[in-house]
């Protein structure tokens, strides 16, 4: 059975850090185009960083030069947040895609506030 589990969410003021880490039991990253997803509050879900076959890694321009994507290894993935903004505020998802087929982690919350 496949399981994504997300940590490291919290709250922090802007300006600040976080570090999200997804963890995988079930598959190998390494197989998969990896991606961390976010939802506000009243808004839909949208792309944050992707890192696509080959290693190319994408950003929403949002949050490009602030953001971070990366593949620890071939069980973890993470999402290092820098100059963390009010905006930023939402839950955040790992996703694991391949060949149409989708895993989701249960999200974490981030939210940036003073």
């Known amino acids: 059975q496949v399981q994504l589990v997300e940590s490291g969410g919290g709250l922090v003021q802007p300006g600040g850090s976080l570090r999200l880490s997804c963890a995988a039991s079930?598959?190998?990253?390494?197989?998969?185009?990896i991606t961390w997803y976010r939802q506000a509050p009243g808004k839909q879900r949208e792309l944050v960083a992707t890192?696509?076959?080959?290693?190319?890694k994408n950003y929403a321009d949002s949050v490009k030069g602030r953001f971070t994507i990366s593949r620890d290894n071939v069980k973890t993935m993470s999402l290092q947040m820098n100059n963390l903004l009010p905006e930023d505020t939402a839950v955040y998802y790992c996703?694991?895609?391949?060949?149409?087929?989708?895993?989701w982690g249960q999200g974490t919350q981030v939210t940036v506030s003073s």
């Open positions: 890192i696509i076959s080959g290693g190319r």
């Open positions: 079930g598959i190998f990253f390494s197989m998969y185009t």
């Open positions: 996703n694991a895609a391949r060949s149409g087929t989708n895993y």
